[in-house]
């Protein structure tokens, strides 16, 4: 029997990826529920964009074909999915999750299993991409999961993202997602390094971003992050340096239990902890350039 299709959504999550990325579903004619652990935030976001606020996870899943999280880490996820009112409770048998937050790969296991004893089929679809793509609606999804459940969800994939690739089982969507953001954190690590040091020699910064731009120093975090590294414009966070450190520490976590141990990764979490330790975790992650900037030598 075909599953049924997706109409009416509910959305869990309205941060700074969470909010676009539900707007962008009103737009594109999802019936969409909405509930935020900021009280008022939902009504508020409900009165510009559309949908319809709830007062709990549970009383927004109600009636709904699938449910979407966007949320900080796993405790929230599981919070909202399968605490006391959670989406969980209220969720036809069958329905579909989706968790689009960034977790451990072996917390997204443990929740697809725990809500398929529930009978409820489960997506994991970490993004990336950042605000201004979930803005306008062409993230990156990487999808962990079965390839039925993937299939389902395409329709509310598309509304978000631009580039959906399904990577394989359960856990290879945070694995994947994960990887990529440590990896964008190392460069943005080594570009601050490399700033810091352009600006100390009297190098033009914009001379050398041009040139760096195209040599085999250029990737998206250096279009991205340059320009806030060199304005030292941290706020408001495209993406916070909390985060990405979590991020980092995930990946650091699971390639250890798969018996690599990550050198380069390992100190970028040093040097991450560095800047959040100086104060600069609700700041965007381009602010790692500080971490440079405080290693400057004085002149003798």
């Keep these: 029997m075909a599953s049924p299709e997706i109409k009416k959504v509910a959305f869990f999550g309205l941060g700074l990826m969470g909010g676009p ?4 579903l009103v737009r594109g004619g999802f019936d969409v529920s909405l509930w935020t652990h900021t009280e008022g935030k939902a009504e508020r976001f409900a009165s510009e964009h559309g949908g319809r606020p709830a007062a709990t996870p549970r009383e927004a899943a109600e009636g709904a074909d699938a449910a979407v999280t966007m949320v900080v880490d796993s405790p929230e996820v599981k919070e909202v ?4 009112d959670g989406a969980a409770q209220s969720l036809a048998d069958g329905a579909l999750v989706v968790d689009m937050s ?13 809500l398929g004893e529930r009978g409820l089929a489960f997506l994991e679809a970490p993004v ?6 979930a803005t306008d609606g062409t993230l990156t999804i990487m999808a962990g999961g079965e390839p039925e459940a993937f299939a389902r969800a395409r329709p509310l994939l598309d509304a978000l993202g631009e580039k959906i690739v399904h990577v394989g089982p359960q856990g290879h969507g945070q694995l994947a997602k ?3 953001n440590t990896m964008g954190a190392v460069h943005a690590a080594v570009l ?3 700033l810091t040091v ?3 020699g009297g190098l033009d910064s914009d001379a050398f971003m041009e040139v760096a731009a195209g040599s085999a120093g250029n990737s998206g975090v250096l ?21 990405m450190l979590k991020d980092i520490r995930y990946a650091v976590a699971e390639a250890r239990a798969l018996g690599v141990e990550l050198q380069v990764a390992g100190l970028a979490e040093r040097l991450y902890s560095e800047a959040a330790a100086a104060g600069h975790g609700e700041e965007d992650f381009a602010a790692i350039v500080t971490v440079a900037e405080a290693g400057v030598e004085s002149p003798r």
Excluded: Q, V, W, Y
Excluded at 81 to 84: I, N, R, S, T, V
Excluded at 102 to 114: F, V, Y
Excluded at 227 to 243: C, G, V, Y
């Design 192 to 194: 601050g390094e490399a």
């Design 223 to 243: 279009a991205l992050k340059g320009p806030p590294m060199l304005a030292h414009e941290f706020e408001p966070p495209l993406f916070k340096l909390d985060h």
């Design 128 to 133: 990336s991409g950042s605000i201004p793509k």
């Design 21 to 24: 990325m539900a707007a962008n």
């Design 102 to 114: 960034t977790i451990a790969p072996t917390a997204a296991r443990e929740i697809g299993a725990a």
């Design 198 to 200: 352009a600006e100390r």
């Design 81 to 84: 999915l399968l605490g006391d």
């Design 178 to 180: 994960l990887l990529t």
